[in-house]
């Protein structure tokens, strides 16, 4: 089968969240970061990661795992200057104008797929986290460093 990522771009609907343009269109939202982590060797917990910046100034983070209630997952309040640095990555290696990176397949150990949203506009890019290819390693460790809460691995069975 190609690849088409579509797994991946489906992640947030499989685990009941709301759509990326609704959570980007609610009141008093400015802009939402999600990033989506699909873990092709099952071992580990999909994960959808939404930070949401609010007009008020308010930054929050909600993460949600494949096979964990929502309402159980809380809201961790961020600062707004880890936002601001990941933001002026994203910024450097022109985030808005990339497009996914090349050659990506199934065959990834995991793939992220990193999208932003400030009202109906709306960009992604899918990343292989464990590949290190420019500028996407550069996104990649922007994610690590910034804003690891996102990409925190949760494996699928706890150990006895």
Same mark, same amino acid.
């Given at each position: 089968?190609?690849?088409?990522?579509?797994?991946?771009?489906?992640?947030? &609907?499989?685990?009941?969240?709301?759509?990326?343009?609704?959570?980007?269109?609610? #009141?008093? =939202?400015? +802009?939402?970061?999600?990033?989506?982590?699909?873990? %092709?060797?099952?071992?580990?917990?999909? &994960?959808? #990661?939404? =930070?949401?910046?609010?007009? /008020?100034?308010?930054?929050?983070?909600?993460?949600?795992?494949?096979?964990?209630?929502?309402?159980?997952?809380?809201?961790?309040?961020?600062?707004?200057? @880890?936002?601001?640095?990941?933001?002026?990555?994203?910024?450097? %290696?022109?985030?808005? &104008? /990339?497009?996914?990176?090349? +050659?990506?397949?199934?065959?990834? @150990?995991?793939?992220?797929?990193?999208?932003?949203?400030?009202?109906?506009?709306?960009?992604?890019?899918?990343?292989?986290?464990?590949?290190?290819?420019?500028?996407?390693?550069?996104?990649?460790? #922007?994610?690590?460093?910034?804003?690891?809460? #996102?990409?925190?691995?949760?494996?699928?069975? &706890?150990?006895?």
């Amino acid at each position: 089968m190609p690849f088409d990522g579509s797994d991946v771009y489906q992640l947030a &609907s499989r685990l009941g969240l709301p759509s990326l343009e609704q959570a980007a269109r609610a #009141a008093g =939202v400015m +802009s939402v970061l999600e990033i989506s982590a699909y873990h %092709v060797e099952r071992r580990l917990r999909h &994960s959808v #990661a939404r =930070v949401i910046e609010y007009q /008020l100034g308010e930054i929050d983070l909600h993460v949600a795992y494949e096979g964990v209630r929502l309402e159980t997952m809380p809201r961790i309040t961020l600062e707004a200057s @880890r936002i601001e640095k990941l933001n002026a990555v994203l910024l450097t %290696v022109k985030f808005q &104008s /990339l497009s996914h990176q090349p +050659s990506l397949s199934y065959d990834e @150990r995991s793939l992220w797929l990193i999208q932003q949203a400030a009202g109906a506009h709306i960009h992604g890019v899918m990343v292989a986290p464990d590949r290190p290819v420019l500028p996407y390693a550069t996104i990649v460790n #922007a994610i690590d460093g910034y804003l690891p809460e #996102a990409i925190r691995e949760v494996p699928l069975r &706890s150990p006895r």
